[in-house]
Nanobody, 122 residues
């Protein structure tokens, strides 16, 4: 059973920084890509950033230059460093990963963390 656990989140002032982490556990053969999504009240869930297995990254225009996604393959963990935070970054942040859980099947599943609240406010 694969799980993504994401502690962290919290309240931060505008202009501040916050680092989110997300650890994948369980039976994991390989992780193809890892990403972060967010959902603000009344809005659809949107992609924030994604990193694939060779380290290539992609960001939403709204966070480029402020957020950095990274991963530690040895720990099956991804991170999102958020700098220069703005009130519009307030949302529930979800980690996501495409994981192959079984060595006997080629199936790759799309797994999600439980979400963590990030609030940017003075």
């Amino acid at each position: 059973q694969v799980q993504l656990v994401e502690p962290g989140g919290g309240l931060v002032q505008p202009g501040g920084s916050l680092r989110l982490s997300c650890a994948a556990s369980g039976t994991i053969v390989s992780i193809n890509s890892m990403g972060w999504y967010r959902q603000a009240p009344g809005k659809q869930r949107e992609l924030v950033a994604v990193i694939i297995s060779d380290g290539i990254t992609n960001y939403a225009d709204s966070v480029k230059g402020r957020f950095t996604i990274s991963r530690d393959n040895a720990k099956n963990t991804e991170y999102l460093q958020m700098n220069s935070l703005k009130p519009e970054d307030t949302a529930v942040y979800y980690c996501q990963a495409m994981i192959r859980p079984s060595p006997f099947r080629s199936y790759v599943g799309n797994y999600w963390g439980q979400g963590t609240q990030v609030t940017v406010s003075s």
